[in-house]
Nanobody, 128 residues
Framework: QLQLVESGGGLVQPGESLTLSCAASGGTFEWFAIGWFRRVPGKDREGVSC????????LHADSVKGRFTISRDNGKNSAALQMNNLKPEDTGIYYC?????????????????????WGQGTQVNVSS
């Protein structure tokens, strides 16, 4: 049973950067794709970024493309979400999730249903 713990959330001003971390335990991390999701006020949870197993690359939602970068370190059983040029509309709870033997779908809307394990989330507030 893979366990995921997010960290790194906080309060930042518009235009600033923040890096979220996802620490995994209880499984063979390299066999899991990692996704970052967020729930912003008044909206359903949505996919933000996804990184596949192996060397199959990364995908980002259009709303964060060019600003957010997802990465993983299999040796440290961890993943990260580097968020640059943050905007007030990025405010929300950010979740890390994992899917075993998964290659991230080109369709962002598929990611949530494909994930097997979820963290508890970390709050990000972007406000001046």
């Amino acid at each position: 049973q893979l366990q995921l713990v997010e960290s790194g959330g906080g309060l930042v001003q518009p235009g600033e950067s923040l890096t979220l971390s996802c620490a995994a335990s209880g499984g063979t991390f390299e066999w899991f794709a990692i996704g970052w999701f967020r729930r912003v006020p008044g909206k359903d949870r949505e996919g933000v970024s996804c990184i596949s197993i192996g060397e199959r690359g990364t995908l980002h939602a259009d709303s964060v493309k060019g600003r957010f970068t997802i990465s993983r370190d299999n040796g440290k059983n961890s993943a990260a979400l580097q968020m640059n040029n943050l905007k007030p509309e990025d405010t929300g709870i950010y979740y890390c999730a994992a899917a075993e033997y998964y290659y991230c779908s080109d369709n962002v809307s598929n990611w949530e249903d494909d994930m097997d394990y979820w963290g508890q989330g970390t709050q990000v507030n972007v406000s001046s």
